[in-house]
């Protein structure tokens, strides 16, 4: 491909697109909105009802489902992967295909200046605190608090940053003790 053509994008006509948002090649968007500055990485799918904030940054091949908000100034990694479906199945009791009413999207939500590393996996209903950081290939199954450093599967709380409360960590598990 010539550097002065555009790749493939598909962008439905109910995406709501800030002012000076980047879009790179092969992104997927349907019935979200997209804050201003934010940047939208190479092999992106973002789905309907996902608010992304201003100034984000969407790292390629990461995939964000119906029901995430995520706040302004959120940096997303390669690879990130949100569910929204604590039970999903193709099918429901009968056999026949589901449909948007065989089951319920729980929301997700990741609080302003928030970092989320590559390969990490979010499970749905979770809020994650403002400027917290998510470690590369963590699970995440639990809220994470503000200013929290997360890794592992179950990602646990590693280490709290500068200028935010211990106390605040009861939203989720403590690391273990080494």
């Not at 909105?33 to 990485?41: A, L």
């Not at 799918?45 to 904030?53: D, N, P, T, Y």
């Amino acid at each position: 491909m010539s550097a002065d053509r555009t790749p493939l994008q598909l962008v439905a006509s109910d995406v709501k697109l800030g002012s000076g948002v980047r879009l790179f090649g092969f992104v997927n968007l349907y019935g979200c909105e997209i804050g201003d500055e934010s940047r939208i990485g190479t092999f992106v799918e973002i789905q309907k009802q996902v608010r992304i904030g201003k100034r984000c940054k969407i790292s390629s091949h990461t995939f964000i489902c119906s029901g995430v908000t995520i706040e302004d100034d959120v940096f997303v990694g390669h690879g990130v992967m949100f569910t929204n479906d604590l039970i999903p199945r193709a099918t429901g009791d009968a056999g026949q295909p589901q449909t948007e009413a065989d089951w319920i999207c729980h929301p997700t939500v990741i609080r302003r200046g928030a970092s989320i590393g590559s390969n990490a996996t979010l499970l749905c209903g979770i809020t994650i605190g403002e400027r917290a950081l998510i470690g590369a290939g963590a699970v995440v199954t639990r809220n994470v608090p503000a200013g929290a450093v997360v890794a592992g599967n179950p990602a646990r709380i590693l280490r709290m940053l500068p200028g935010f409360e211990p106390s605040s960590c009861a939203a989720a598990p403590a690391a273990p003790a080494t």
